[in-house]
């Protein structure tokens, strides 16, 4: 066998990439695959410089899962690709002078370059992108399949829009500047003060605003308690689970009916308090105006009006009230100060009687579960987004005709000369989205699109009258609500999915990614698959049954980004260290659900264990001997079966660590195996061994290794991950009887790795006292039976005759 001796990572890295991609071991055969598995990474917004190693840590520690699961016998299929509609990459094309076009031209191709560089193993041959027409279309389709199912609807409503980005915001992505991990900033990016209830939008950490748009919808309030319920079904990280269930907020009260006074209208409210009924002292009803001018501050005015109590007969002032919201249960609450803070608040601000009366039950109302959930606002009065394939026709809505009346009745609208509208017919998708140089946000609720009559002015599928498209487009979460059901069919061209692909591929097996996208993507991506199910377009309703998602790393103490200027740019210590020593070193530094910080100095410390590594397969120490021929079964040698005992321990470890994303203790664990055999010497098998437990964390490297040095057959990356013997684990400790002439006058107690070490054995026994109280007239000979009995024969005393020993 032919070897460098030194360790050149560039070499090594360029070459395995190269074959890995030439012979298509990271492209399953989809068709034909036995035992899929579907490993999963988010996939990214390719919208800045590149990626930073926050980045490389994560997408390392899926990729190392699915190292590891293809050596388990799984035919893993790993995809990636690029969520390139939206604002981030609108706003990066904005910030450098391009068009989003441009842009990701130059985006895609350098994130690509960059996931290679990792070495990772995805299947390169289906990327996706989300503004692709090839994609898109389907992401337009699904808006139609919503649309007709009923789920998606348009109506008017107070909206936070975030005045820089110049878009309403879906309330998932409106948030504190602590959530955002933003420093919260006016219209001019100059620091506003954080104080309590201050929202931000996500993407720039911008104080939101209200505003009132009509916009489209979808209904995912209709699956807040599918939502709910499936997630005790699913294998999710504990704080991305609590954090849904939070958002959803499910409430059991009473709807209680108050007769108005003088009318014969009633006003419900919604209580989780239904026994403190007999303390109502006020009624307080939402208003659109104070709650977006005032929020949570408690103003109101009175309204003149009465409402009557139905349990006591009380006439109870009805009040508008700021901190009432309007799509919250019924959008007006009873109003109890004795027993609420915010109740009690209100009425001393306003002078109102306190009435406090013992709770007791009661049964007026009735039972009703509310939500906090809210319909997702998927419109947005931007340019780089999906079509949304939908088009108003005045024509028809004059003759108030067929075609387009389909959902009509779950329209409720203004009186607007578009208020009537239908969908773009799907045989004539895609609505492409038209090149434009003026595509920056204007901000006057509408999309740069509708500045575009070339665009926008249609004739009607249905009467051929001039008709108008709409010219909001999509939310990008929309785009990633969906996207994994791509990958496995991306060379359909006239479906979404192949349903025998899905049924072999999907639901997910691993998803990995961000705890960030908890109530955004990941709450998205549940209600899209739960509704695909509902239409009978697949079968399952859980898209990631597994879900696990990863910490993040920090630099200086702080979360690593652009705007405090403390990112990694992992290229530079690729092309330094490379990408193994880069990839050991990020899942090395802490758990993966951990907050670790980023060191050169770490970084060089690992650099060093990987050329350690190295040498051991190149330069074997003189006094160390590869005992070529040695198998476990034959081999005789005892320190061959300590060898044998320590790997079978180190793999059951490292098995048992990756398992479960300790990705950090695995590498310990191989750490103190190569000290090991450093230190004893090493059996090939034992070398086999080792590259194998290191080939997820190091895949050139192991792969290098694998081939060039060990002989194997190729590749390192579909071998069969090791298995280890119980039997060697079952007693960690052995018993020595340590004899003095021939007679047992102590025993000690050893790890069996060491049970065969002659020299420690002697040492350790010589160093207890009851021994030493023996053989004070010195040693002359030691006798051994490894794992069992040390014997001293000391001078003038015993013979080793008389030992009964044989060696
Ligand atoms: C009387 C009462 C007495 C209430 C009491 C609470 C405590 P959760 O748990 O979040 O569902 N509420 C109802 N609709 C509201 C709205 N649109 N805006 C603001 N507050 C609203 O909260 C339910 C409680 O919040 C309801 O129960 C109602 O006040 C208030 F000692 O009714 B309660
Ligand atoms: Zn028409």
Same mark, same amino acid.
């Given at each position: ?7 050149? $990572? ?46 490389? =840590? ?10 590891? /699961?293809? =050596? ?295 039972? $009703? ?20 394939? =939908? ?60 500045? $575009? ?76 698959? /739960? ?60 758990? =993966? ?77 191989? /750490? ?81 790795? $060491? ?53």
């Amino acid at each position: 066998m032919h070897v460098t001796k030194e360790y050149n $990572h560039k070499e090594i890295e360029k070459k395995w990439q190269k074959k890995w991609f030439s012979s298509k071991i990271y492209s399953p055969d989809l068709d034909r695959s036995e035992k899929p598995f579907y490993n999963l990474f988010m996939f990214p917004y390719p919208s800045a410089e590149g990626m930073h190693t926050g980045h490389a =840590m994560s997408s390392t520690g899926s990729d190392i899962y699915g190292r590891f /699961m293809r =050596m388990q016998g799984r035919d893993v299929f790993q995809p990636m690709g690029f969520d390139s509609f939206g604002i981030h990459a609108e706003n990066y094309a904005i910030k450098t002078n391009q068009t989003p076009q441009e842009m990701l031209s130059k985006t895609i191709k350098h994130f690509g370059d960059q996931f290679k560089s990792f070495g990772h193993g995805y299947d390169w041959t289906r990327i996706l992108v989300t503004s692709d027409v090839d994609y898109y279309r389907w992401t337009q389709w699904i808006f139609l399949e919503f649309f007709k199912a009923g789920l998606a609807y348009r109506r008017k409503a107070i909206l936070n829009f975030c005045p820089k980005d110049k878009t309403v915001l879906a309330d998932e992505q409106v948030m504190t500047p602590k959530q955002a991990g933003k420093e919260p900033v006016d219209l001019d990016g100059n620091p506003v003060e954080d104080r309590e209830g201050l929202m931000v939008c996500e993407r720039c950490g911008t104080v939101v605003e209200k505003k009132e748009l009509e916009v489209w919808f979808f209904r995912i309030t209709d699956y807040a308690d599918k939502l709910l319920k499936n997630l005790e079904k699913i294998d999710w990280s504990s704080r991305v689970v609590k954090a849904q269930r939070e958002w959803i907020g499910r409430s059991e009260g009473r709807l209680i009916d108050f007769e108005i006074e003088n009318s014969t209208e009633k006003i419900a409210v919604f209580t989780t308090k239904p026994e403190t009924l007999n303390s109502a002292s006020f009624i307080a009803e939402a208003d659109a105006d104070l709650y977006e001018k005032h929020g949570k501050d408690k103003v109101g005015n009175f309204t003149g009006r009465y409402a009557i109590n139905p349990l006591n007969g009380r006439r109870l002032p009805i009040w508008k009230a700021s901190y009432v919201a309007p799509y919250y249960g019924t959008g007006a609450v009873m109003g109890v100060p004795a027993y609420d803070e915010r109740d009690a608040a209100f009425a001393k601000a306003y002078n109102i009687e306190i009435l406090r009366e013992k709770p007791e039950k009661n049964d007026v109302g009735k039972k $009703h579960i509310s939500y906090h959930l809210r319909d997702w606002g998927i419109g947005r009065q931007r340019y780089w987004g999906c079509p949304i394939p =939908m088009i108003y026709c005045k024509s028809c809505a004059e003759r108030n005709e067929g075609y387009f009346s389909y959902n009509i009745a779950l329209i409720h609208n203004d009186q607007s000369d578009w208020n009537w509208y239908g969908w773009w017919p799907e045989e004539n998708l895609p609505v492409v989205i038209p090149a434009i140089k003026d595509y920056k946000p204007e901000g006057g609720g509408r999309g740069p699109l509708a500045n $575009h009559p070339e665009f926008y002015e249609v004739k009607c599928p249905h009467c051929g009258a001039d008709a108008r498209r709409e010219t909001d487009v999509a939310d990008t979460f929309l785009d990633s609500s969906w996207y994994f059901f791509r990958y496995p069919s991306t060379e359909e061209k006239d479906r979404a999915w192949r349903d025998d692909r899905t049924k072999k591929w999907l639901p997910v097996d691993l998803y990995f990614g961000g705890a960030e996208h908890a109530v955004l993507h990941l709450m998205y991506a549940r209600f899209t698959t /739960m509704v695909f199910k509902d239409l009978k377009l697949i079968d399952f309703d859980e898209p990631f049954p597994k879900f696990y998602a990863h910490g993040l790393m920090i630099k200086d103490g702080a979360k690593m980004s652009k705007s405090r200027g403390n990112v990694v740019n992992p290229d530079e210590y690729i092309k330094k260290f490379g990408a193994d020593t880069l990839r050991m070193y990020l899942v090395f530094i802490g758990p =993966m659900d951990g907050y670790p910080d980023f060191r050169d100095t770490g970084i060089e410390g690992m650099h060093r264990f990987v050329k350690r590594v190295w040498s051991l397969y190149t330069s074997p120490d003189k006094n160390l001997t590869l005992r070529e021929n040695s198998s476990e079964a034959a081999s005789s040698d005892s320190s061959d079966q300590d060898i044998i005992t320590v790997t079978n321990k180190t793999v059951k470890k490292v098995t048992e660590d990756i398992k479960i994303f300790h990705y950090n203790t695995a590498l310990s664990a191989i /750490m103190e195996f190569v000290n090991y055999l450093k230190a004893h010497g090493s059996t090939k098998e034992a070398l086999k061994t080792l590259c194998q437990l290191i080939a997820p964390f190091a895949p050139h490297l192991a792969e290098e290794v694998w081939v060039e040095i060990l002989g194997q057959k190729y590749s390192v990356h579909t071998s069969r991950w090791p298995e280890y013997d119980p039997g060697y684990l079952e007693e960690d400790f052995v018993t020595i009887i340590v004899q003095v002439d021939g007679k047992s006058r102590s025993q000690i107690k050893v790890d069996k790795a $060491h049970s065969s070490d002659k020299k420690k054995l002697k040492d350790l026994a010589l160093s207890d006292e009851k021994i030493q109280k023996w053989v004070n007239g010195g040693v002359t000979k030691t006798i051994f039976v490894p794992g069992k009995i040390i014997n001293f024969v000391t001078r003038g005393r015993g013979t080793s005759r008389n030992s009964g020993l044989t060696t």
